[in-house]
């Protein structure tokens, strides 16, 4: 089975990155042929500054293997690295229609944020598309926020084959069930974010430990004791997921263990269990950005295995499309 997901290189990653994406990207390889692509080329369709880019692509790479992605068992790579994406992206616009990237729902709140709409961020869909296609992808994982985008994906690959002939695999949507979702640790009633959260609510995969248990340690919660879950106790309740996300306990064991405590060594507990979980994560990392070389030999590695798998894809929308065939030499 292929499994295809994307992952973008800007902003910084936190836990809830970390939780609902980057976790699950290393389940995927015990599941089948798994490609996990930086999308660099996405990042563009809003305003940019290029170093940081540059620099949050390599991040982010070195992210995915330091949480445990084997380049052995899955294939990593920068999108930009493999020149077909943005080919098959062209070819595919004259298979999708104006209404319908019009009608993405996504493309029309982005846009709302804008000074500036880059054609770009309207065409978006459509690189997405061509990135899960060349891959002969079966499964994509998505949010529900994404469901939409890949159900045009679906009716491109199907109309494509209706038109040209059988090329693509349908790749089939899989929204995963909703797992820990962790919230803002001073706004609990918001999910964290690095874009719409808060500095100190945010805890980021790279924050040093003393700065891990500053943050957890001021969480807000409230006026009570009870470390239990329930109206108007969103903090604890926040707290008490990343402590079962941490330590793999279940919630109900975590609130039987502190239910004389008080919130003092629970959220002492909750801060060490924390810095243990992302501890051998930014310490590989670290090893990696201290390696660039090794680092870049992991991409190249990546890359020349993307390339392949697509290069046979992007033939045949080609030889399909009636363009002459490409020199052999």
Known sequence: ???????????????????????????????????????????????????ELRDSTVSVAALLFAAGLDPERSTVFVQSHVPAHAEAAWLLGSVTSFGELRRMTQFKEKAERQEFVAVGLFTYPVLQAADILLYDTDVVPVGEDQRQHIELTRDVAE?????????????????????????????????????????QGTVLMLDPP??????????????????????????????????????????????ARYADGGYGDFKADVADAVVELLRPIQERYQELRGDPAELERLLVRGAERARAVSAPVLERMVDRMGFVRRPSG
């Not at 994307?6 to 609902?20: C, D, E, F, S, V």
């Not at 002939?165 to 797992?179: A, L, Q, S, Y």
């Open 1 to 51: 089975m292929r499994i295809f997901s994307g992952i973008q290189p800007t902003g910084a990653k936190h836990l809830g990155n970390y939780i609902g994406a980057i976790r699950e990207y290393v389940a995927y390889q015990e599941r089948g042929d798994a490609f996990i692509c930086v999308v660099d080329l996405h990042s563009i369709t809003v305003g940019h500054d290029p170093r």
């Open 159 to 199: 109309r494509f084959n209706s038109r040209y002939g059988e090329t693509f695999v349908v790749p089939r949507v899989e929204v995963p069930e909703i797992g820990a979702k962790i919230m803002d640790l001073q706004e609990p009633t918001k999910k964290m974010s690095t874009t719409g959260g808060t500095e």
């Open 210 to 255: 003393d700065v891990l248990r500053k943050k957890l340690k001021s969480a807000v919660t409230d006026s009570g004791r009870e470390v239990v879950r329930g109206p108007g106790k969103e903090g604890i309740a926040n707290l008490i997921e990343v402590l079962s996300v941490a330590t793999g306990d279940k919630p109900d064991a975590i609130e």
